[in-house]
């Protein structure tokens, strides 16, 4: 178990390009989220994954942000046309879908700036 | 939808004594769970406990206690002997496991907060 696994760690932008982080969940961890992360806040749900599908996205995501989790394994988030807005962490999670031991663990994030 | 509010954005306390983080949460759900997470200047969020909404008896991990009041919607985290190495910011966090035609399996944050040991 080498636990969830981002990269990178960093990314600098300017605005106006596209962006892409991936996330290697948690072997066997069946379910996959990301979360933003602004700074002073609490992390905000983004979209999760069970196997391959995706189950859920929140309203508040714009559509210049796409996720995907082809094989049911590792996970790509894509934001298209940055804006400085979406500059924050960008946290991956994952667990097993056994509702009587519910737990997400949470990978060291991806911290973005948009210049 | 649910809410979670952590009405104390900091705190400090002295390294060995008690401190007692505060959060409440609205839902209309009956079968959920509740965490807290710490998350230290790193950023890796690190999970400190859980309860199921289910059980009545309070969740212990080593020093951390939680109070868990549910027909409060209350659900506070006692740190007992507190050390350096506490120093962070702790969220609480609610999770739907479903039956109410909520939205679930996804975890909702409070704002967090701030907690510092002093030796």
């Known amino acids: 178990d080498t636990g969830v696994s981002q990269n990178p760690r960093h990314k600098i932008t300017k605005r106006g390009q596209n962006v892409t982080f991936r996330c290697d969940p948690i072997?066997?961890?069946?379910?996959l989220y990301w979360y933003r992360q602004t700074l002073g806040q609490g992390p905000e749900f983004l979209t999760y994954?069970?196997?391959?599908?995706?189950?859920?996205k929140s309203r508040l995501l714009s559509d210049r942000f796409s996720a995907e989790r082809p094989k049911g394994s590792f996970s790509t988030l894509e934001i298209q046309r940055t804006e400085q807005g979406d500059s924050a962490m960008y946290l991956c999670?994952?667990?097993?879908?056994?509702?009587?031991?519910?737990?997400?663990?949470f990978g060291s994030g991806t911290q973005l700036s948009v210049l | 939808a649910q809410t979670v509010t952590q009405s104390q954005p900091e705190m400090s306390v002295q390294e060995a004594e008690t401190v007692t983080l505060s959060c409440t949460y609205d839902t209309s759900e009956s079968n959920y769970y509740l965490f807290w997470y710490k998350q230290p200047p790193s950023r890796q969020m690190i999970l400190v406990i859980r309860?199921?909404?289910?059980?009545?008896q309070n969740a212990t991990e080593n020093r951390f206690s939680v109070n868990f009041q549910k027909a409060a919607k209350s659900f506070s985290l006692k740190i007992s002997d507190s050390q350096l190495g506490d120093t962070a910011m702790y969220f609480c966090?609610?999770?739907?496991?479903?039956?109410?035609?909520?939205?679930?399996?996804?975890?909702?944050f409070g704002k967090g907060t701030l907690l510092t040991v002093n030796p």
């Open positions: 999670a994952s667990s097993l879908a056994i509702t009587t031991n519910e737990k997400l663990f």
């Open positions: 072997s066997e961890h069946n379910r």
């Open positions: 994954f069970q196997n391959e599908a995706q189950l859920e």
């Open positions: 966090a609610f999770m739907n496991l479903g039956g109410g035609g909520g939205s679930n399996y996804k975890l909702t």
């Open positions: 309860q199921e909404a289910y059980k009545q």
